[in-house]
């Protein structure tokens, strides 16, 4: 439904439909993707339930699940990459750039930071934010041409 609202917004600029599709997909789908919004087009989205895409920049290769949210803050939104993956309950939000190659781990939140490439996101302690290098290639598990 997604890629319907989107299609008929980018030719016909016709916001009453684009708005009951993403209406109707947030209801069936439980994930709030508006139809503004420009989608790489090569993505992931291993579970739709809890996604929340704010209007960012979005890099192929996009792996998502579910309660996955990348919003702005304080009109600030996130560039993302391409090859980010972010699992369960992660977020992006804010201003700064997620680098080719970021894993998020379950319950990470980036907010207002740039991370390096190729690195995972942990929770550290007391809620602090650490960065490992990646052992190996996860895009693989989900896309055959990375």
Same mark, same amino acid.
């Given at each position: ?9 980018? *030719?016909? &600029? $016709?916001? $009453?439909?684009?708005? *009951?599709? /993403? ?10 993707? /508006? ?7 090569? /993505? ?21 699940? &579910?309660?996955? $949210?990348?919003? *702005? ?32 781990? &379950? ?12 690195? $995972?996101?942990? &929770? ?7 960065? *490992? ?9 989900? /896309?055959?041409?990375?």
């Amino acid at each position: 439904m997604y890629y319907l609202a989107n299609t008929i917004w980018c *030719k016909e &600029q $016709t916001r $009453t439909v684009c708005t *009951k599709l /993403f209406a109707l997909n947030k209801a069936l789908n439980a994930i709030d993707c /508006f139809y503004e919004i420009e989608l790489p087009e090569v /993505f992931f989205i291993g579970h739709s339930v809890g996604i929340v895409l704010a209007k960012a920049s979005y890099g192929n290769h996009l792996v998502l699940y &579910q309660n996955s $949210t990348v919003g *702005k803050n304080h009109g600030a939104a996130p560039v993302l990459e391409d090859g980010v993956v972010m699992y369960p309950n992660s977020a992006i939000i804010g201003g700064g750039l997620i680098r080719a190659g970021t894993i998020l781990s &379950q319950g990470v939140s980036v907010i207002n930071r740039c991370t390096e490439a190729n690195m $995972t996101g942990l &929770q550290g302690a007391n809620g602090s934010l650490l960065f *490992k290098p990646i052992e190996r290639n996860v895009l693989t598990d989900f /896309f055959r041409d990375v």
